[in-house]
């Protein structure tokens, strides 16, 4: 099974809403990423959050890491048109490189 | 700084066929990660490359396979293309910032096996 797994699925929402997805992971992890697709694209970094952090945040985005639980959570703020995508949480392992991906969030925002 | 370049983007292949991807990382960066993303399975690790050398592989048959050369330009093979190697296949291209990776993909060469 995946290391990371989004939560929900899919989330549709008005613009102007905040939307908001979680990841769950497994393991110990180094750190862990959000990224988004826009469909049928490459990904998108959107933000980083180390293992020793617990909020961070970035433009529209708030992300919170609970390593006592092993989750995440994306915040998108104030949600446009364009924040249409895919969101996936990645978590970078120790001892090299192996990015492991949920399956992601599928976020539409109706204008 | 240019980004990650993967080619082709788009492939038709016959089922039994082989393909070869190839996937140009930032300059500078020496690591370079193969995903496989298919609607049902979400993104794969296939594999990853480290100074010309595997460093971590996915759960996939031998099938995939791949190599880096030193200019740290890597390619992905797969032999007797099966209809379920149909997949958007996704390169990244890594920075190591302290104890931290970063990934950078590229947009993705999208496979279709008929």
């Known amino acids: 099974s995946q290391q990371g797994e989004e939560d929900p699925q899919a989330l549709s929402i008005q613009e102007g809403e905040n939307a908001t997805m979680n990841c769950s992971y497994k393991?110990?992890?180094?750190?862990l990423q959000w990224y988004r697709q826009n469909s049928g694209r490459g990904l998108v970094h959107l933000i980083l959050?180390?293992?020793?952090?617990r909020e961070k945040h970035s433009g529209r985005l708030r992300v919170t890491l609970d390593t006592s639980k092993k989750s995440s959570s994306l915040l998108i703020t104030a949600s446009r048109a364009a924040d249409t995508a895919s969101y996936f949480c990645?978590?970078?392992?120790?001892?090299?490189?192996?990015?492991?991906f949920g399956a992601g969030t599928r976020l539409f925002v109706k204008a | 700084k240019a980004g990650v370049t993967q080619t082709p983007r788009y492939l038709i292949k016959t089922r039994g066929q082989q393909v070869t991807l190839s996937c140009s990382p930032i300059?500078?960066?020496?690591?370079v990660s193969w995903y496989q993303q298919t609607p049902g399975q979400g993104l794969q690790f296939l594999f990853e490359?480290?100074?010309?050398?595997?460093?971590n592989k996915g759960n996939f048959p031998g099938r995939f396979s791949g190599r880096q050369f030193s200019n740290s330009r890597s390619e992905m093979n797969v032999s007797t293309l099966e209809l379920g190697d149909s997949a958007l296949y996704l390169c990244?291209?890594?920075?190591?910032?302290?104890?931290?990776?970063?990934?950078?993909f590229g947009q993705g060469t999208r496979l279709t096996v008929v």
């Open positions: 990645a978590t970078d392992e120790a001892g090299g490189f192996k990015t492991i």
């Open positions: 393991t110990s992890i180094n750190n």
């Open positions: 300059s500078g960066h020496r690591s």
């Open positions: 959050i180390r293992s020793n952090e």
């Open positions: 490359y480290f100074s010309e050398t595997q460093r």
């Open positions: 990244a291209s890594t920075a190591q910032i302290g104890l931290n990776t970063e990934a950078f």
